[in-house]
């Protein structure tokens, strides 16, 4: 199982265990780390929006056009930013840090 380290806006660390083929958001709500998720992960908003360590940026796939525009939503994009929706763990992903920004804008309400 791949391990995952949330940091949260105040610098906490929480590390989790997940079943390789979730999303991090999946993953994320499973062991109760506070992300929202509002569109229940089908792509819609950018509650999921999570900022994917430096070191751990260049080993993903690059995020498609349509995660893009969602992410042009996000509160405090950043270079790393990515939905965490999108992100799917793998083995391979063994120890992937990423951290949760201090807000969100949930434009479905």
Do not use: Y
């Amino acid at each position: 199982m791949p391990r995952l380290t949330f940091v949260d806006s105040n610098g906490n660390r929480r590390e989790v265990e997940a079943e390789a083929g979730v999303s991090i958001l999946d993953a994320a709500q499973k062991n109760g780390i506070d992300i929202e998720g509002a569109c229940e992960g089908v792509m819609a908003c950018s509650t999921c929006h999570v900022v994917v360590d430096e070191e751990w940026h260049g080993r993903l796939d690059a995020p498609g056009e349509e995660e893009e525009f969602m992410l042009d939503l996000a509160f405090g994009l950043t270079r790393t930013s990515r939905l965490g929706c999108q992100l799917i763990l793998t083995d391979a992903l063994d120890g992937l840090v990423v951290r949760l920004p201090a807000e969100w804008r949930n434009m479905m309400i």
